[in-house]
Each structure stands twice: as structure tokens, then as C-alpha cells.
């Protein structure tokens, strides 16, 4: 079974950046998503954003829109997940996992859907981000 291993978090202050990346140690399916989620501590885990291995299509949670930009590097066999803008409540471990793809087809196009933690496997020991005020 593929293993993911995360590095690049650490403690930044409110504003600034980090690049988390998610190397996996095989091959992933053509048709998988990679995903990336958090857990703040006292927290339910919560899905943050996803990106198709192919096709280029991308998934983002609400708080992520507009500041994280997910992608996945074929040749590296590994996911980013530049972070911008961080905010103190995007403190939490950071683990990346993945899992079968779902989209919405529409007449002219697709959009990635988000299918919850529970569907994603092969966890990450995890990458801890703390963001102070």
C-alpha cells in the first residue's frame, strides 16, 4: 500500500506562508485524488482541499479558498499545498491521504467533488502548522 510522508510545517505568524509537501512512496492510480486535511486539537479531522492526479481538477474547503493552492507533481510522485494568509485558526496537524474521485459533470466540464475523510486512506504521520497572533 502507498505511504505518504508530510514535511514543511512549522510556526509562522499570522500572515505568513507555508509549503507543505506530501511525498507518496509508489504509484497512485490514474483515477485517485490526493487530499489534504487538518486536525486542530479538540477537533473532528476536516478535509482542506484535494486535487485530482490527473486532469488538473482541484477541491478547496471554504476557509482554504482564495489563500491555499493544492497541486500534484507527476514526476515527483508528491502533492503541495502552498499556504498564504495564514490565520491563527489554521493552526492544527496537517496530513495528507488519498482516495477514489468523484465529479459533478456539467454540460460544459466537471467539478471535483469532496467525498469526507472517511473515504481517504493511507494516512501521513502528519505535519504540525502553528500560526500565532
Known amino acids: 500500500e502507498v505511504q505518504f510522508v508530510e514535511s514543511g510545517g512549522g510556526l509562522v505568524q499570522a500572515g505568513g506562508s507555508l509549503r507543505l509537501s506530501c511525498a507518496a512512496s509508489?504509484?497512485?492510480?490514474?483515477?485517485?485524488?490526493i487530499g489534504w486535511f487538518r486536525q486542530a486539537p479538540g477537533k473532528e479531522r476536516e478535509g482542506v482541499a484535494t486535487?485530482?492526479?490527473?486532469?488538473?481538477?482541484?477541491w478547496y474547503s471554504d476557509s482554504a479558498k482564495g489563500r491555499f493552492t493544492i497541486s500534484y507533481d507527476n514526476a515527483a510522485n508528491a502533492a503541495y499545498l502552498q499556504m498564504d494568509s495564514l490565520k491563527p485558526e489554521d493552526t492544527g496537524v496537517y496530513s495528507c491521504?488519498?482516495?477514489?474521485?468523484?465529479?459533478?459533470?456539467?454540460?460544459?466540464?466537471?467539478?471535483?467533488?469532496?467525498?469526507?475523510?472517511?473515504?481517504?486512506?493511507?494516512w501521513g504521520q502528519g505535519t504540525q502548522v502553528t500560526v500565532s497572533s
Open positions: 491521504a488519498n482516495g477514489p474521485s468523484s465529479y459533478r459533470r456539467y454540460e460544459r466540464g466537471a467539478e471535483l467533488q469532496y467525498l469526507g475523510p472517511e473515504r481517504f486512506h493511507s
Open positions: 509508489e504509484f497512485i492510480f490514474d483515477d485517485y485524488v
Open positions: 486535487v485530482a492526479k490527473t486532469g488538473g481538477y482541484t
